[in-house]
């Protein structure tokens, strides 16, 4: 048994450096500016103006049906419409890109409600208070409400993110050599399924728990200023 693992283990670390943790951090990357963007978008109310309200009442829906579609839809479905359905539309991707696409997406509708309610949960009166010192919407976005969004928004997004961490194992399915594909790989040549998932369910229990250990870090820095402002 030892021996099986310690022919292994480098392996699969190999793939857990080279696919999961970049596949992982590419795809919160661009999933968080995409969830960004939505959460303003349905966040903001629209101006008077005509011009500007109708166009921005559009993307509104559009934001809305992209939250509601990948909400509503297996992650491993959409995964398998973005690289194995895609090309009978003309369009072909690599697995990685594809994954990257089909992570990002769902990260990015998930994250984007969690935003809006950080915003949401900011009172009204420091709005008001802004806009008495002649504070434009964007200053006080800027200034004081996505600040104190940002620490709201902490602990829920860093969940999503080690969520991911896991997620990335489905990633296997469009023929990436993660990890859990690598284990799967070297079960089928040593025949012993419950020692090599058993080691890649370790593997990643490792990652998660270093990452909420930076969690759990990064929720102290945040809270220390406020106390302290508190105070």
Known sequence: ????????????ITAMLQYTIP???????????????????KFIKPSENKLIKYPWLVLRAIADFYVWLFRSTPLLVQLFIIFFGLPSAGIQLSPFIAAVI??????????????????????????????????????????IVLPQAVRIALPPLSNSFIGLVKDTSLASSITILEMFQVSQ?????????????????FLYAVICTLLTFLQHYLERKTSKYVKGSEG
């Open 23 to 41: 596949l992982a951090l590419v795809s919160f990357f661009f999933g968080l500016i995409l969830a960004v963007l939505t959460a303003l978008i």
């Open 102 to 143: 089909g992570f990002s997406m769902n990260t990015g509708a998930y994250a984007s409600e969690t935003i809006r309610s950080a915003l949401l949960s900011v009172p009204q009166d420091q709005w008001d208070a802004a806009f008495t010192l002649n504070f434009t919407t964007s200053q006080t976005l800027k200034k």
């Open 1 to 12: 048994m030892w021996h099986i693992i310690v022919t292994s283990l480098p392996e699969m």
């Open 185 to 201: 790989q070297i079960t089928a040549k040593n025949y012993q399924p419950l020692l090599m998932y058993s080691l890649a369910a």
